[in-house]
């Protein structure tokens, strides 16, 4: 007996939202990265297909970098980029190596207008990747650093963050001044994601140049929450919500790499086995359930996870 | 409509003075202004007191009883101050706010109701929370609520069932779950117990300038269900049109139309649909985004009537 797979009908559609301009769009990236598009919940194109639509822009990986290198981070970490971590362009590179889509370049507190600047520049020339750029995370530093950034990369569609609702003004002006995009982060609730995209585009920036962050926790940290933050946020875009119709970026390196299982390698159980493949399973299995509920960009920090991540999302579009 | 009026409560920054004072004109005078206004009685909620209950129970009693003749609604968690103030209560039969199904209040509010002669308000709550769905609020009401009361011989008319109404800002898939256990609640038993809400907490951590739009399209909608007694605002001039003109079935003007087509749709079963509404108008068109938000069909944020 054939059986009938119901499909559901959807009246709205995730905006498409394309970060990087080449050079005969006003930038010098060599390759530019759309994500969104979207018109059913997560990987059941089937419910579209038969209309005729193209497949949807698949999730794309972005590699964390960062302006100086970071001593937080995981020795783990350490091992695999090398040098490469004092040196931004050649992180850059590395990480292009790596199949980063496009690259995330986290500032510091220490960084000068002047020094962030000339580390922008210097991973624009290095590689041909897209860029996103976020402050250090104190709003004042972030507003002095980002505005000559945004000003000195004129027309390159970079992304500027993290916009928040206590600082998102400077940015977003800034960012609709040069041509630039915004992320916008709120703290793992919808009512709260939904009210800063409406203050962001009350701005008067087009809502193709919107990102918006929900935030998320680790694996075993609340990415419960965040994965039920994302659905609903989908499943209201889908019913046609405006406000709520922008492609998600979210952090899984960030917030695997914080747990003590990532983490630390000594004084944990032994059960717990390997640290370095325990610590990519958990970026890579935080990166993957949130591809499942509709993240679009994965921010992610390990070269083995980004390899893992990709194969997977290649699985999942496969119709 | 039975409106208790809300405006005694210790919420309220002045009011904290005017206890703290033992302002007997302030609460005279608030008291006399909310009957004034049309409450049909006065909620007194100045919290449990732990310290001073056995002495301002009584007094505010006293208080209040000197200038209005009007049921006085005790609502406090503390048990023995609830007594304190039944036992000087002269004038009409009082309300006790409040009791849940939580054993401990269950076992002893109904007691105190019974041995005063009073009514009681129960809140569809367990020990465990409060539940989403109607059904399961319907449930504790006949399970729970309602077999206490008959256990202790309190009389149907004297129990006010309150299903909990809760923000549309942050419980926003609560508020059309709310309407339909109003709707059910009345035929849960024969006779229909009373039903009352706190109709304000549906706007709770709502931005201040929002708050009465959202509580006035939200009693339009439990109107519709059939609402009767709530605890509210009595000086929402506003709200007090709204009442007005569903109740009159008056529809002479755009709003009171628009508000009685709420209701009505509600009545149906239905949910209200946008040409139902003149959207060119901008109050209207607020009323329309209110009603989405409401049954959940869009996603709240403080700023929703600019989405």
Known sequence: ?319 | MYIIGENIHIISEKVKEALAARDREFFMDLAVKQVEAGAKAIDINLGPRKKDWAEVFPWIVETVEAVVDVPLSIDTTNVDGMEAALKTIKKAQPILNSTSAEPERLEKIPLLAKKYNAKVIALTMKTEGIPVEADARVNIAVEALIPRMMEVELPMENLIIDPLVLTCSGCQQYCPHLIETVRTLQFAWDPAPNISVGLSNVSNAVPNENRPLINRVYLAMLMGVGLQMMIANPFDQLQNDVIRWIETKDTSHPLAAVYNKIADRITAGEEPQMEDFNLSDSEQAAIWKTTQILLNKVIYADSYLMN
């Open chain 1, 1 to 319: 007996m054939p059986i009938e797979i119901p499909k559901d009908k959807w009246t709205g559609s995730i905006r498409a939202v394309t970060i990087g301009a080449t050079s005969a769009e006003g930038g010098t990236r060599t390759k530019t990265v759309t994500v969104g598009g979207q018109t059913t919940m997560p990987y059941l194109q089937y419910e579209a297909m038969p209309s005729g639509d193209e497949a949807p822009n698949k999730p794309v990986i972005a590699i964390e970098i960062k302006s100086r290198k970071p001593e937080d981070w995981s020795p783990l970490l350490a091992d695999v980029w090398g040098e490469a971590m004092a040196d931004p362009a050649q992180w850059a590179k590395k990480a292009e190596e790596a199949g980063a889509d496009l690259l995330v370049l986290a500032l510091t507190v220490e960084d000068t207008p002047e020094d962030a600047v000339r580390i922008v520049k210097s991973v624009l020339s290095a590689t041909g990747l897209p860029l996103i750029v976020w402050g250090p995370g104190q709003a004042e530093k972030d507003n002095e650093l980002l505005v000559p950034v945004s000003e000195a990369t004129n027309g390159e569609k970079i992304v500027l963050g993290i916009c928040e609702d206590k600082n998102y003004r400077t940015i977003v002006a800034t960012a609709m001044a040069n041509g630039h995009l915004v992320q916008a982060r709120a703290p793992m609730d919808v009512n709260l994601s939904k009210q800063l995209n409406i203050l962001v585009s009350d701005m008067g920036i087009p809502k193709d140049r919107i990102l918006m962050d929900p935030t998320t926790g680790a694996l075993g940290y609340g990415i419960e929450y965040g994965y039920s933050v994302m659905e609903r946020l989908r499943l209201a875009a889908l019913q046609g919500d405006a406000m709520t119709q922008l492609p998600m970026i979210v952090t899984p390196g960030f917030e695997a790499w914080k747990t003590k299982e990532a983490k630390v390698g000594e004084g944990v159980p032994e059960a717990w086995g390997d640290w370095k493949a325990r610590a990519i399973n958990w970026e890579t299995l935080t990166a993957m359930s949130l591809v499942e509920s509709g993240a679009d960009i994965v921010v992610l920090r390990h070269p083995e996870s980004v390899k893992r991540v990709k194969d997977a999302i290649e699985e999942l579009v496969t119709v």
